[in-house]
């Protein structure tokens, strides 16, 4: 599943969408870090844009009729809303909020149908110097629209055609019958370079997909699917920077009550296949948004927020319950466990990883103390003393 917030750079329109979306099987985790590929390659946009404004200003110059002049217009009020819609988004990406992807790639394909216009206008004016400039940039430019977005290779197709497509038809309208022979290198040219884009996506995406699993396997449990120790800091730090969007954050510690004595028993084989199925029943009992962690043997962690202290035990109660309700099948044999339950909330209890788990292993240890399926909320720390403000020395005249 995509954490929470990654989804958010997808576009929404029916159109775009179509646009970044590739053919194939591509892991939806994979899909929004594609999308923000977009936002990528500054230097490339930068130069694309320095370049149409200046082709299409000098040849306005040159040949200063409203088509030229509109051109270049186009091109200034494009520049003028692309260039902060590119800042905003990655600002927005960093703070995990929702960047214009939508409007973004409508201007994209914007700008490049504007590179077309020009090629054309400038083949049918009959001037060289106007036609030669105008159709090397739109050239360079395809270069540069296949290399900036390959990770959506539908894009590039179509920005290709919007700013070369329209120098085919400008050769055949300028009245110089050689100038046809564009009608062969254009759809040529275009196709090499869409072509390279959609290799270059590929390759991305296998490379993408390989990180991916890399990643899966440093922060996940092999046994039970969930998050390891090191998953589970991971993305309980990242929501501890968003506790003021989603609300409080609780961590709640758990350890499983009579899971030695079944691996003694029954051996590991039947305990690997009882964690199994806890882990199961812990993700049926927690919500979409929870997270659910296995950290050691018999000990997991579960996530949640929104919820005030009594609350918070509430859930704890409920999840020890759902976990002790049933026996667990071990093939010939049935067992069943409990679990204690230690919780710490962010941030009365700690307002980083480490502090909240500490306070929650320690309420933990009152649990386990108690008896079998307690659940306890760590002890409030004691308000920060003032300082004492330095004596003065007393002065004696």
């Known amino acids: 599943m995509i954490e929470n917030g990654e989804h958010s750079a997808l576009p929404r329109w029916r159109a775009t969408r179509w646009l970044v979306e590739t053919k194939g099987d591509i892991r939806e985790e994979i899909q929004p870090s594609l999308v923000k590929g977009l936002y990528g390659g500054v230097p490339i946009f930068l130069g694309g844009v320095v370049n149409t404004i200046a082709v ?21 009020a494009l520049a003028c809303i692309r260039l902060p819609l590119l800042v905003h988004a990655h600002r927005a990406i960093a703070r995990g909020a929702r960047p214009r992807t939508d409007l973004y790639i409508a201007l994209a394909v914007a700008w490049a149908a504007s590179v077309g216009y020009g ?47 329209p120098c085919m038809i400008g050769g055949f309208l300028s009245g110089e019958p050689i100038l046809s022979v564009i ?7 275009g196709f090499a370079v869409t072509l390279a884009a959609f290799r270059l ?49 609780v961590l709640l510690y758990l350890d499983l009550d ?17 964690l199994r199925q806890l882990a199961h029943r812990l993700r049926n009992a927690t919500g979409p948004d929870d997270l659910v962690a296995r950290i050691g043997g018999d000990e997991f962690v579960v996530v949640t927020s929104g919820l005030d202290a009594a609350a918070a035990v509430q ?23 409990g679990a204690s339950v ?23 240890y009152q649990a386990k103390a108690v008896g079998s399926a307690a659940c306890f ?10 300082r004492a403000e330095p004596r003065r020395a007393r002065a004696y005249g």
């Not at 009608?183 to 040219?189: G, K, M, S």
């Not at 230690?342 to 933990?364: K, N, Q, V, Y």
């Open 119 to 165: 090629a054309l206008i400038s083949l049918v004016s009959g001037d060289f110097v106007a036609s030669t400039l105008a159709c090397l940039s739109a050239a360079a430019m395809a270069g540069g629209i296949a290399f900036r977005n390959f990770s959506a290779p539908r894009l590039v197709a179509v920005m290709i055609a919007l700013s070369l497509g």
């Open 201 to 249: 996506h590929g390759l991305l995406v296998r490379t993408m997909e390989s990180e991916h699993a890399n990643r899966q396997l440093a922060l996940h449990d092999p046994l039970t699917g969930l998050r390891n120790r090191a998953g589970l800091e991971e993305e309980v730090e990242r929501r501890l920077t968003l506790s003021d969007v989603h609300g409080q954050t």
């Open 342 to 364: 230690g919780l710490a909330l962010h941030p009365i209890h700690g307002r980083d990883f480490e502090t909240l788990f500490s306070a929650a292993d320690a309420a933990l």
């Open 258 to 274: 009579g899971f030695k004595s079944v691996n003694d028993t029954y051996g590991h084989a039947a305990g690997d296949a009882l």
């Open 377 to 386: 909320v760590a002890a409030t720390p004691p308000p920060a003393a003032p």
């Open 56 to 76: 299409s200003t000098l040849i306005g110059l040159r040949i200063p009729t409203i088509p030229f002049l509109i051109w270049a217009a186009i091109e200034i």
């Open 183 to 189: 009608a062969l290198q254009i759809p040529a040219y």
């Open 315 to 337: 859930a704890g109660e409920r999840i020890g319950a759902e976990l002790s309700r049933r026996p667990y099948d071990l093939g010939r044999d049935t067992a069943r466990v």
